[in-house]
């Protein structure tokens, strides 16, 4: 028989971020509609929720990292190395009808309005190398170093978007979801796929994660589905 791995204990987590009901999705993409920004701000959460990017991989993306020199998407994203955590590449997949929909929106927001343009017919005209989400001064969000300890208590240094994560975990407290940030698009893309069958492996490899057991402090146990189960179990066998 083959080894298992052991099972982890579920726990729920006091820090950590809010996982998304549908309807608190939906509740959120109305409300940045009303925003000044409504394009951008959409192609952000879809950014986070759809292909469950970091909120400094959302900042530090190129217009050549989504776009063929032909102008078409690029779906099957490589982030490179220096955007990552753990300074280690990956894949992300840019699958989702709302994720493609959003993308194609806010780039043709960049052409009419020309930010970041050039003359070349390639990449629709727009600076290959300008970072995909621009800020108010169409320049890209900036990003600080910082330093963290890791559970072997080396000290890693990492870069930070601290402007773009504090204006994404305001649109909670503006909204009305608490317990929402940017850290949500990840847990909320996890347990949801979780729930759907997705395996454990499969998890690791769209989340990007070196340690299998990280994605168990991305999924949400689903406790009602579970007592329901349990419910129906019990009664089949009591009647």
Same mark, same amino acid.
């Given at each position: 028989?083959?080894?298992? %791995?052991?099972?982890? @204990?579920?726990?729920? +987590? ?6 998304? *009901?549908?309807? &608190? $999705? ?13 394009? $951008?701000? /959409? ?9 469950? $990017? /970091? ?6 993306? %190129? ?14 994203? /490589?982030?490179? =190395? ?25 780039? *043709? ?6 930010? @970041? *343009?050039?003359? !070349? ?12 989400? #621009?800020?108010?001064? %169409? ?8 330093? /963290?300890?890791?559970?072997? +208590? &080396?000290? @890693? ?14 649109? +909670? ?7 929402? !940030? ?7 893309? =996890?347990? %949801? $796929? ?8 499969? #998890? ?5 994660? &070196? ?20 419910? @129906?179990?019990?009664?089949? !066998?009591? &009647?």
């Amino acid at each position: 028989m083959a080894n298992r %791995r052991p099972i982890k @204990r579920l726990t729920e +987590g006091k820090n950590k971020a809010k996982v998304l *009901t549908p309807a &608190e $999705l939906k509740k959120l993409l109305h409300a940045l509609a009303l925003t000044r920004n409504p394009k $951008l701000n /959409r192609l952000i959460v879809w950014l986070l929720f759809g292909a469950g $990017l /970091r909120i400094t991989e959302v900042a530090c993306i %190129r217009i050549q990292d989504v776009l063929w020199p032909s102008g078409n998407l690029v779906t099957d994203v /490589r982030i490179p =190395a220096k955007y990552c955590k753990g300074n280690k590449a990956g894949h992300v997949f840019f699958y989702a009808r709302q994720l493609q929909q959003a993308l194609e929106a806010y780039l *043709t927001v960049r052409i009419q309005k020309k930010l @970041r *343009t050039t003359n !070349s017919p390639e990449y629709r005209g727009l600076d290959p190398f300008s970072p995909l989400i #621009l800020s108010e001064n %169409r320049q890209g969000y900036s990003l600080k170093l910082k330093k /963290r300890r890791d559970k072997h +208590g &080396e000290i @890693r240094e990492y870069w930070a978007a601290d402007t773009l994560q504090e204006l994404v975990t305001n649109w +909670g407290k503006k909204f009305g979801i608490t317990g929402f !940030s940017s850290h949500s698009g990840r847990r909320t893309l =996890a347990t %949801r $796929l979780s729930r759907k069958g997705v395996s454990e492996e499969m #998890l690791q490899t769209l989340l990007r994660h &070196e340690d299998p057991d990280t994605i168990y402090d991305y999924v949400d146990l689903d406790t009602k589905f579970v007592r329901d189960v349990l419910e @129906r179990m019990y009664k089949q !066998s009591n &009647e």
